[in-house]
């Protein structure tokens, strides 16, 4: 059930790679669960909850999350070789910004803990500009 690393920014990767040695320095062991995200496959989340049934898991329209742009990642803590969402998610959020990541739990609008991305100074709004100027 780990999720693939395929699509993900290169540089993105590494820092990635930085913060989960820090973490297991630390002694804490994560799982990636979510990278790269395609703009339909964001578009098909988006409508869970509004256009078809189900619950609302995101707030992210097709191209409005740095998953679509192999900036951002998730991840769920492993204890005892179990999935684990309880785990330190403070230390997780500071060994994150040590690497230069952002972390959802950091957000002012909506608390997404298991979420680091990397913007690295530029908007959504750029990249969307961006993606649509290479089309
Ligand atoms: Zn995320």
């Not at 500071?94 to 530029?122: M, S, Y």
Request: aromatic share 12%; glycine share 12%; with cysteine.
């Amino acid at each position: 059930m780990s999720a693939s690393r395929e699509g993900l920014n290169p540089e993105f990767a590494a820092k990635l790679a930085l913060f989960e040695k820090k973490l297991a320095a630390n002694g804490i062991k994560v799982m990636l669960t979510c990278g790269y995200r395609s703009i339909a496959e964001q578009n098909r989340l988006y409508a869970a909850g509004r256009t078809r049934p189900g619950k609302k898991v995101t707030n992210a329209r097709g191209g409005y999350s740095w998953h679509n742009y192999g900036l951002a990642a998730d991840y769920v803590f492993v204890t005892d070789g179990k999935v684990n969402w309880n785990g330190p998610w403070a230390t997780f959020g500071r060994i994150a910004r040590e690497c230069g990541l952002e972390w959802g739990g950091d957000f002012k609008t909506i608390l997404d803990r298991p979420h680091v991305q990397w913007t690295n100074g530029r908007t959504l709004a750029q990249m969307r500009q961006a993606a649509a100027s290479r089309k």
